[in-house]
């Protein structure tokens, strides 16, 4: 199946490099599930995932599933030069989300008009600061990613 | 032994190659041409250097250009990481070194091939695995985007408008306009040029970003007792300071708590603290200027006004020549050169020397700041 990432000169999107931190992270994407690792000694969620909590220091976590809603902290509109999968669809938008069950922890992300659609499929004039979105997940080379949908479509 | 860096060293040589989009020269010749130039300009002799620091991401190493130039033995050596972030803190701990008697002679320098040479961001689908999972997918693939980000946030907080970015982006232009050495002398800009310009990340446009320039620089730094023999006007370094704020992450800092307040307010805490001068007594300053948006955050950082005053603090020509707060009077990395910000280095010396193409009269006093947005250093040079 061709895939809205691909491009005609067959390059695609990168994919996710997951390091030993975030690979749960994608491994719960693979389930459809958006997940944060979460202090088991304190309870506090912390993004970027990494060893050890930096408010309590306990090296025991969790990965706690969110809710999948945020509102866009900030967004841009990347145009060429650009590796070329991301070219072919320049310009196209990129936000920051803010999880509402954690306002604290921002994810990068893409919103679409829906889980396979390309990075550019919705209007510009819709992408405002605050607007709430939600998470779902589409799948690019054998990896799942998600992305974003206006709660409000 | 000095219990403080405050004016126990000095800047006493600097030296830089020609700036262009392509120079023919290897990385590593042009930083021998920067250093040697910087060396004479000083009037001390190439065996005389014992200490060398650069940034991380130089190519040409200390053993190399130490081997070229003829230097002695080198008994100190230091890279800063974290890019357009390590330009000052390699003159800081060159000072550090010096006025703790590990070195007598320093020579901190930057060579970039970046008009002609690769574009990282560009050509490589090679990704870093952290934090790049979080966001190269997702299409955040350069600076500029990540800078962006935090641009619209700033915009939407603050009310700061595209006019805003485009006095920074003036300010550099019309002092480049004055600096024969700069790659857009005899170059100016226009409002109109500006609005009309392509987008590279929206809301940026082509003169938010910083140029690409094949190039290099250097300076000389010795104990102030050495500087007062030396050829030409000593220039203390006053207090210096790096910058890793809790909770950073780099380029992108979205996941601090207060994303707004990066690496220039950790940086000028511990500035401000070591010197006898406050962000007011500041004469003219030198602000990192990879991208126009960072210079209202570096104003609001280094306390030159309130947070989310940085883009008003831009209005009526605070920025010029004559105005409030002059800044990058060679021109700055937005149209002096990009070669990760040593030029604002030299450039305030050129300053506290008198020999700017851009002179601010009987300047004093000079910040100089290094890449906001990441891990960051600054320093404060006085005459």
């Known amino acids: 199946m061709t895939t809205a990432e691909e491009t005609t000169a067959g390059e695609s999107l990168l994919l996710p490099v997951p390091d030993e931190d975030g690979a749960p992270f994608w491994e719960y994407a693979a389930r459809g599930e958006l997940r944060v690792q979460a202090c088991t000694a304190c309870g506090r969620l912390r993004f970027p995932p990494r060893p ?6 306990s090296f025991d ?16 509109r990347p145009h060429p030069p650009l590796l070329p999968a991301y070219a072919a669809q320049a310009p196209y938008n990129v936000i920051l989300v803010e999880l509402a069950d954690a306002p604290q922890i921002r994810l990068a992300g893409n919103l ?28 690019v080379g054998g990896m799942s990613v ?3 949908v206006l709660e409000k479509a | 032994m000095a219990a403080t860096l405050k004016d126990a060293t000095a800047i006493v040589g600097i030296g ?44 040409t190493d200390e053993v190399e250009v130490a081997k070229a130039i003829g230097a002695g033995d080198v008994t100190f050596f230091s890279k800063v990481g974290y890019g357009g972030g390590g330009s000052c803190a390699t003159v ?26 690769p574009r990282p961001w560009k050509n490589t689908a090679v990704q870093l695995p952290t934090p790049g999972q979080w966001t190269r997918p997702f299409g955040l693939l350069r600076p500029a985007d990540e800078i962006g980000m935090l641009a619209r946030r700033y915009m939407h907080e603050y009310g700061a408008t595209r006019d805003h970015l485009f006095n920074v982006a003036m300010a550099c232009r019309n002092r480049a ?35 690409e320039t094949d190039g290099a620089l250097a300076c000389v730094i010795v104990s102030a007792e050495r500087a007062r023999d030396c050829r030409q006007k000593p220039v203390y370094v006053h207090s210096a300071a790096q910058g890793l704020p809790a909770q950073h992450h780099g380029m992108v800092n979205y996941w601090n708590d207060d994303p707004l307040s990066g690496p220039a307010w950790t940086a000028a805490r511990h500035l401000w603290k070591q010197a006898d001068f406050g962000p ?52 700055g990395g937005l149209s002096e050169a990009y070669v990760h910000g040593f030029n604002l280095i030299n450039e305030g010396v050129k300053q506290l020397r008198g020999t700017s193409t851009a002179q601010v009269p009987d300047a004093a006093t000079c910040l100089v700041t290094a890449g906001e947005g990441v891990p960051t250093s600054a320093i404060l040079l006085r005459a």
């Not at chain 2, 000072?95 to 002609?116: D, E, F, L, Y």
């Open chain 2, 177 to 211: 306009n004055e600096n024969p050495a700069a790659m857009m002398y005899e170059r100016p800009l226009t409002r109109e040029m500006y609005m009309s310009s392509r987008m590279i990340s929206e809301p940026l446009c082509l003169f938010d970003n910083c140029l």
């Open chain 1, 61 to 76: 976590s969790e990965w706690r599933r969110t809710s999948g809603r945020g509102r866009i902290w900030s967004w841009v």
């Open chain 1, 52 to 57: 050890c909590c930096p408010h309590c220091q």
């Open chain 2, 92 to 117: 800081g701990h060159l000072a550090a070194a010096i006025a703790t008697g590990q070195a007598t002679v320093g020579v901190a320098w930057r060579s970039r091939k970046r008009g002609s040479g």
């Open chain 2, 16 to 59: 830089q190659t020609a700036f262009a989009k392509r120079l023919p020269s290897s990385e590593k010749e042009l930083a021998c041409r920067a250093i040697l130039a910087a060396l004479a300009d000083a009037g001390i002799a190439p065996s005389e250097v014992d200490a060398f620091a650069s940034y991380t991401m130089e190519e």
């Open chain 1, 146 to 148: 998600p992305r974003w």
């Open chain 1, 112 to 139: 679409v008009t829906s889980a396979d659609a390309p990075l550019n499929s919705v209007d510009p004039a819709r992408l405002r600061i605050g607007a709430r979105v939600q998470a779902v997940f589409t799948e």
């Open chain 2, 280 to 331: 007011s007594d500041v004469d003219v300053a030198q602000i990192y200027d990879a991208f126009t948006p960072l210079i209202p955050l570096s104003l609001e950082g280094y306390g030159f006004c309130g947070r989310g005053e940085g883009a008003a603090f831009t209005e009526g020509g605070a920025l010029e020549l004559g105005g409030r707060l002059p800044i990058n009077t060679g021109g």
